[in-house]
């Protein structure tokens, strides 16, 4: 495909992300957002277009001073299988470590695209700010089968797809963990467009 461009979303960007996300709503396990929220969180979205429509999108959305969360990641199907989801997480990292935040999170039902990312597997509350944020609202708090996914963050590291993290869920460590945060690096193969910031459920991508 055409070379890929990573750029702020805007208010003008709303109507298609809202396509994205309600397209893959059940092959994504999206969260349903509405095209008002949307529009008033834009400028949280990153996406990603081939020269014409939007083809991805992703949301790093704070839940405290100190995680930031991965939420409606989404990649179009015709875009399927050029990395292109990895590359908008691996901007949010950026972004996120720019920021300040010291942890970025996921909640997905298919955390293996992340665990190649770097991230770990932890149980829930591990994860408080999102529960407090949003789960205990959620309908279906406590069986909505998602896994949580963190990725500790740290300035002056940058992150790209290695080895699998450890992959821990509740007191059983699957694979070794890693020695140091130096070693989860997130892909940053591409540049946002000029004039753009540095960049919950995941479409495969």
Known sequence: ??????????TADA?????LITEN??????????????????????VADGGGPVIACAELAPLSERVAEVRSLVVDEAA?????????????????????????????HDPSHFVRLGFTIVPHIWVPEKIAHDCTACPLFR?????????PLRAGVTVRPEEPAAVIYGARQLTARRP???????????????????PSQAVPA
């Open 1 to 10: 495909m055409s070379t890929v461009t990573f750029r702020r979303a805007s």
């Open 15 to 19: 109507a298609a992300i809202y396509r």
């Open 25 to 46: 709503l059940e092959i994504g396990h999206l969260l349903p957002r509405t095209l008002d929220d949307i529009e008033i969180h834009a400028a949280r979205f990153l």
């Open 80 to 108: 399927r299988g050029n990395h292109i989801g990895p590359r908008l997480v691996a901007e949010l990292g950026t972004e996120a470590t720019g920021r300040g935040f010291a942890t970025l999170c996921a909640f997905t």
């Open 143 to 151: 069986r909505c089968g998602q896994y949580a996914v963190t990725l």
């Open 180 to 198: 140091n945060i130096e070693r989860l690096q997130l892909a940053h193969d591409d540049t946002v467009a000029p004039g753009a910031a540095a």
